[in-house]
């Protein structure tokens, strides 16, 4: 349709010469008063292309060929001019009552409605010299209202090789934020999280506070957060403690092109509090960083590379403080 309404304009600029012929005979006769100026009416076939062209729906359509018949029929600019504004109010009064429905289709929505994100699995077997087996698996999910958002992340990383489990690490994670404007929100943050080769068998975080969009476009999302937490660890080889934290969070993603997408996710705690339960021990600071590129393969299917980095200031005895891990993995986007 669109190619459609665009010839039709062409048309419309093909007739303009006859319409400069008229203007030479007009210049020939006696100069016109303001009194004589009247707007002539628009020939039939130009109002016809103008309404074929609001009848297809593009509205990119509609501007070319309005401008088109501007050009073309210069003295019914009056009743182009009308039509145009009459199409614009219309076009607005469309988009409000779709921006009402929209908004009120998200405050009557369920709790299980309007959720997004992706799930994502990987995983590698080898046999011969050594028999190893490994695996990984993700799922976010995202739901936005008008003034919530709510975030939730599992994911799971599990390797085995020659009988003896070399890694087994799990991480739950829910986060709502509250926008207060289009820039500044607040978070909350509940997280879980099990590495066994780093020492600890369950590790339990929650936070609160403020964050700000630094880049909202359509290619580039940049946001950071940060505020006090309160974290308990509970060890491998027995004890626990507990601490009173700090966090700092940075999320970045840049859309590269449409099937190219590069992220950025981290979150740093460092423990500044005083030992409490069991363990005696120095403050710890904790980071978790990912970096990854996504590319489309085909419709809501990518791949997906990524290394990430975990680094523990003071780990228990015979853990090291820096684990690293690089993955590939297949995503569904839903």
């Not at 507990?242 to 940075?250: D, E, F």
């Amino acid at each position: 349709m669109r190619n459609v309404t665009l010839c039709a304009a062409a048309m419309l600029l093909w007739t303009a010469p006859a319409a400069a012929q008229d203007e030479a005979v007009a210049e020939a006769a006696p100069a016109a008063g303001p009194e004589d100026l009247q707007d002539e009416s628009l020939p039939d076939a130009a109002r016809a292309m103008i309404d074929a062209a609001i009848a297809g729906g593009d509205a990119d359509a509609v501007e070319a060929v309005v401008a088109a018949a501007r050009t073309a029929f210069p003295e019914g600019s009056g009743q182009i001019d009308t039509i145009w504004q009459s199409y614009r109010a219309e076009q607005a009064e469309v988009a409000a009552v779709q921006a009402a429905a929209e908004v009120e289709a998200i405050r009557n929505a369920g709790l299980f409605d309007n959720w997004s994100g992706q799930g994502q699995i990987g995983g590698f077997q080898s046999s011969g010299n050594s028999d190893e087996f490994g695996v990984t698996a993700a799922l976010e999910a995202k739901r936005e209202g008008i003034d919530w958002e709510h975030r939730l992340r599992l994911s799971g990383d599990f390797r085995r090789t020659d009988g003896v489990t070399s890694r087994e690490q799990i991480l739950a994670r829910y986060e709502p934020r509250f926008q207060i404007n289009d820039r500044l929100f607040s978070y909350g943050l509940i997280q879980f999280d099990r590495n066994v080769q780093q020492g600890f068998s369950a590790r339990y975080a929650a936070s609160g506070g403020l964050g700000y969009r630094l880049v909202d476009t359509d290619t580039m999302d940049l946001s950071i957060k940060a505020g006090p937490a309160y974290r308990v660890t509970e060890f491998v080889e027995g004890g626990s403690s507990s601490r009173i934290a700090g966090l700092l969070g940075v999320d970045f993603d840049w859309r590269l092109t449409d099937s190219i997408k590069l992220t950025q996710d981290a979150n740093s705690t460092v423990e500044t509090g005083g030992e409490a339960l069991l363990i005696v021990d120095g403050s710890n600071t904790s980071l978790n960083a990912v970096t990854g590129i996504e590319a489309t393969l085909i419709g809501s299917l990518r791949a997906r590379a990524s290394w990430s980095i975990e680094y523990d200031s003071n780990p228990p005895a015979g853990s090291v403080s820096t684990d690293t891990i690089t993955r590939f993995t297949l995503i569904y986007g839903f």
